[in-house]
């Protein structure tokens, strides 16, 4: 099992910055880390959760949504089993909740189908 907790999230204005983490830990992630990949997803209300931005957790090699890229940027510190996505320029469009998401398996970008573990999310809102 793994377990992902997310924080950093909170009102903000437009154009404002804010950062998330995503804290990981469990046996299973201690273990087989080298072969996850993690990621973000958001959902605003009366929305599918969506693809935000996902990082191999070894390789480090980064995927983005289009409607992100220039703004956000996804990281890992591995020692700290800490993700972090710090989102630049945000504006209403980005209000939603942020969810963290792990998979051990190889298919990236991730997909809702293929991940594996869920955080529960962090709310964040930007006002106009």
């Known amino acids: 099992q793994v377990q992902l907790v997310e924080s950093g999230g909170g009102l903000v204005q437009t154009g404002d910055s804010l950062r998330l983490s995503c804290a990981a830990s469990?046996?299973?992630?201690?273990?087989?880390?080298?072969?996850?990949?993690m990621g973000w997803f958001r959902q605003a209300p009366v929305t599918e959760r969506e693809f935000v931005a996902d990082?191999?957790?070894?390789?480090?090699?980064?995927y983005y949504a289009d409607y992100v890229k220039g703004r956000f940027t996804i990281s890992r510190d591995n020692a700290k089993k800490t993700m972090y996505l710090q989102m630049n320029n945000l504006s209403p469009e980005d209000t939603a909740v942020y969810y963290c998401a792990a998979s051990p398996g190889l298919i990236r970008p991730l997909s809702r189908s293929t991940v594996n573990y869920w955080g529960k999310g962090t709310l964040v809102t930007v006002s106009s």
């Open positions: 469990g046996r299973d992630f201690g273990r087989t880390s080298g072969t996850y990949s």
């Open positions: 990082i191999g957790w070894i390789t480090g090699t980064l």
